[in-house]
């Protein structure tokens, strides 16, 4: 066995991205902080699941993962390999190891190609596949993610919600990547259609051995699908650790009020009632210390002067809270 075989499939390491932002035409630039700092690892099989409201960084950290931009600073590896350390060329063939399932279903196919074109587009562009192999292999996929065959030759538009996501995430499957990220990939559909999703994107892992990045802004879907959760703020992970540990110890403030505002049928499940208050800041001119004490019911002063660090807890898995450390929470 190899040192790759032991490798994650995705690590990052103090993974950041940085914008510089002009508000106005005659003010100065500042600095948005979109991800501050994430380290993480996604072992093959496994999910990671990243959950915070709009702004907390899981959006950019898909944008990296995916090599559509590059961190601002830090470091990034894709199956084994160093992604700041290589060629363009190297890069290139690297990312068809990362695919993304994105959160629209009715906007992320095109209404002008038939499913099958939609499906053998990418292999047209990376394999040297010939037409007659690359229709079979695409009758194939709709059969693997639920669809029928015949409706290779059918619109986008002839479809459900449900049934178009299923065809993102065939397409997402065309060059057998090891990694998909997925940006809330059953956030746009019905409820009721969510579960059959998320059931066909665990039975795909399986069959397929498949890492997922799952991007989510509440919890309850992502108690189905993860085995590691990272709660971001701002920017920042707050919290980080198993969906075992996260889900029956959860410790951060920010963390207990997404649980709280959760539904679970499960009443056992209900995490203390954390409310959250006030407005999320603006990115562009954060909170000093912690960047969540503004809206945090356990605030003390120390939370308004200092950043909490992401350090390893008594319950197993790692919180950034002074509260927690100084153990006032
Ligand atoms: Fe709340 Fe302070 Fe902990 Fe931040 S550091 S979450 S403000 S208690």
């Known amino acids: 066995m190899s040192d790759l075989d032991n490798e994650p499939v995705i690590r990052g390491e103090n993974l950041a991205r940085y914008y510089q932002v002009k508000q106005g035409l005659f003010s100065s630039s500042k600095t948005l902080k979109a991800l501050d700092g994430a380290n993480f690892a996604l072992n093959s099989g496994q999910t990671l699941a990243v959950v915070g409201e709009s702004g907390c960084g899981k959006s950019t950290m898909a944008r990296l993962v995916t090599m559509i931009e590059p961190p601002t600073s830090g470091k990034l590896w894709i199956d084994g390999h160093e992604v700041g350390g290589m060629s363009s060329s190297a890069q290139r063939s690297l990312r068809n190891a990362v695919q993304m399932v994105f ?20 292999l047209i562009i990376n394999t ?23 409706h290779y030759s059918r619109y986008p538009h002839m479809f459900s919600g449900g049934q178009r996501q299923r065809i993102a995430i065939a397409r997402a499957l065309m060059l057998e990547p090891k990694v998909v990220v997925a940006d809330e990939p059953v956030s746009a559909l019905d409820v009721s259609i969510q579960a059959q999703v998320l059931n066909l994107m665990m039975e795909l892992q399986e069959e397929l051995n498949l890492s997922y990045l ?14 590691e959760v990272m709660v971001m703020y701002l920017g920042k992970t707050v919290e980080q650790g198993s969906k075992s540990s996260i889900f029956s110890n959860p410790l951060h403030p920010y963390t207990q009020a997404l649980l709280a ?4 049928v499960d009443p056992t499940k209900r995490a203390k009632r954390v409310v959250l208050t006030g ?15 503004g809206r945090c019911p356990y605030a003390r002063e120390i939370c308004s002067q200092q ?3 992401l350090k390893q807890s008594t319950v ?3 919180a950034a809270c002074h509260g927690i450390e100084q153990d006032w929470i």
Not at 128 to 150: D, F, I, P, Y
Not at 214 to 227: Q, T
Not at 261 to 264: I, L
Request: include cysteine.
């Open 103 to 122: 959160q629209d279903p009715y906007g992320s196919l095109n209404p002008r190609k038939q499913v099958g074109a939609i499906l053998e587009e990418p």
């Open 128 to 150: 040297s596949l010939s037409a007659t192999q690359r229709e079979q292999a695409a009758r194939e996929m709709l059969n693997k993610v639920g669809l029928r065959r015949e």
């Open 214 to 227: 799952f991007i989510s802004h509440g919890l309850s879907v992502v108690e189905h699908i993860s085995d």
């Open 261 to 264: 505002s959760t539904p679970f």
């Open 279 to 293: 407005e999320l800041p603006s990115p562009l001119d954060p909170p000093s210390g912690c960047v969540f004490h």
């Open 307 to 309: 950043i909490p660090t």
């Open 316 to 318: 197993g898995h790692q």
